[in-house]
């Protein structure tokens, strides 16, 4: 090599230097950038999968409603699997937020096959269950295992599963951006992380493209009339967000005591959901309607219709908290918005707003005071109703969220910023703490 080419090598890597010490965050946003299309075409291509067999397993139920009978069966070999199998997994969103906070070993990828098989035979058999659950432990358990292969560390594992949270939300309801503030979120109540805000906006929108492109398509909603922005309708959206923020209340601690009883009634896991099963098959042929079943999308649809009964989202809360309690698999996402849409096209008899702008209101102001996500259940709000509605959908989250105190379905949830006083010096303490 030349003197002059040698002083041209130096010169290169001299400006090369400078140049990332000008732009710190380049060396960042490469890693992440690759990291996150590979997270995004894995758990975009996962959910896309998911999406196809929950809407056969949906179909093929409604066609075939003798094989609703055989959920407790279905139910004692969900519960088999994950008590002989599954012990290191069975805990679901909570092993991922859990790992957030205190990143141990990697999760096992067998949750992904489990938590899918799973959650496809509660649905093929007449659990009610939704879907969210499934894409997020899917979403987690694929990417984890991209942390051997990129050497990523303690602080990055953490953002490595808020990326995959942020990508399987965000691809399954077909919201990348409420995905991303969704992993941002979840984990800390009150607080929102902004080290990992690139990779979970990344991985969502990527893995949401990607989805798209095995051309799976998410449920629309329309609300037909939004009312101009004066004082009554904002004071009428408050005291929606009052009954929403309560109903999540009532739902995070109905399913942890539901929970609780099924454990101490009956202390060989098996058989929790064959009884949750029978319960479920009983109340079906008894009431001759699987109209509180499964995900209930057409019910939710509804909703944006006309006004709907007020037990709709009573009785829906019952299904769903009896199926997930018992221990079958899926999530509680979708059921939320059942009974957040029902409740708020219900509320409409006695609130003087549009039934469809309340049911659009419920939809994501009862998920986000049973899971502390505000932001992010107004984000979702927009992206699928539209920003007319946006500050009607803000005021009703932001009151639930509130109203709803320091309950979660998800117990491994941590204080980050408390809501009221009572809380105020209880500073990162898990949701469980206070069952």
């Not at 992440?32 to 894995?42: F, M, N, R, T």
């Not at 009431?287 to 709709?312: A, N």
């Not at 079958?328 to 849409?341: C, H, Q, S, W």
Request: charged share 15%; proline share 5%; with cysteine.
């Amino acid at each position: 090599m030349s003197k002059n080419q040698r002083t041209l090598g130096k010169k290169a890597i001299f400006h090369t230097h400078f140049f990332f010490r000008k732009f710190p965050a380049l060396p960042y946003i490469a890693k992440w950038l690759c990291i996150s299309i590979i997270v995004g075409i894995l758990v975009g291509t996962a959910s896309a999968g998911f999406l196809v067999s929950l809407e056969w397993a949906t179909h093929f139920r409604e066609n075939h409603l003798w094989m609703i009978a055989l959920l407790p069966l279905v139910g004692f070999l969900i519960g088999l699997l994950y008590y002989y199998w599954g012990k290191d997994v069975e805990a679901g969103n909570n092993l991922l937020i859990d790992n957030i906070h205190d990143p141990k070993g990697i999760i096992p990828f067998k949750m992904a096959p489990f938590v899918y098989l799973g959650t496809i035979a509660t649905h093929l058999f007449g659990g009610s269950a939704g879907r969210e659950g499934t894409a997020l432990q899917m979403a987690g358990a694929i990417a984890d295992q991209l942390s051997t292969p990129f050497r990523l560390d303690r602080n990055e594992r953490k953002i490595l599963i808020i990326a995959a949270i942020a990508a399987g939300f965000g691809s399954v309801f077909g919201t990348p951006l409420a995905g991303a503030v969704f992993g941002l979120e979840v984990f800390l109540i009150g607080r929102i992380r902004y080290n990992a805000i690139f990779p979970a906006f990344a991985s969502a929108i990527l893995a949401d493209w990607m989805t798209s492109l095995w051309q799976v398509k998410h449920t629309r909603y329309h609300i037909d009339f939004i009312p101009k922005l004066e004082f009554l309708p904002v004071l009428y959206s408050i005291l929606a967000g009052v009954a929403f923020g309560i109903c999540a209340a009532i739902f995070s601690k109905l399913i942890h005591w539901a929970g609780s009883i099924f454990k101490s009634k009956i202390k060989y896991p098996p058989l929790r959901p064959v009884a949750g099963g029978i319960i479920v098959v009983l109340a079906v042929f008894a009431m001759g309607t699987t109209r509180y079943i499964g995900l209930g999308v057409p019910v939710i649809l509804e909703s944006f219709e006309k006004q709907l009964p007020f037990y709709d989202f009573a009785l829906k809360m019952i299904f769903t908290i009896i199926t997930l309690s018992a221990g079958f698999k899926g999530g509680e996402v979708t059921p939320l918005f059942f009974i957040g849409a029902t409740l708020g096209s219900a509320l409409s008899l006695w609130i003087p707003l549009p039934f469809g702008l309340l049911a659009g209101m419920g939809f994501v102001a009862v998920f986000a005071g049973a899971t502390n996500t505000p932001l992010a259940c107004m984000l979702m709000g927009i992206e699928l109703f539209g920003a007319e509605c946006g500050v009607y959908v803000a005021i009703a989250c932001v009151v639930s969220y509130l109203l709803s105190g320091h309950n979660s379905i998800y117990t491994k949830q941590k204080i980050g910023e408390a809501k009221n006083r009572r809380y105020a010096n209880q500073q990162d303490r898990s949701v469980s703490d206070f069952l």
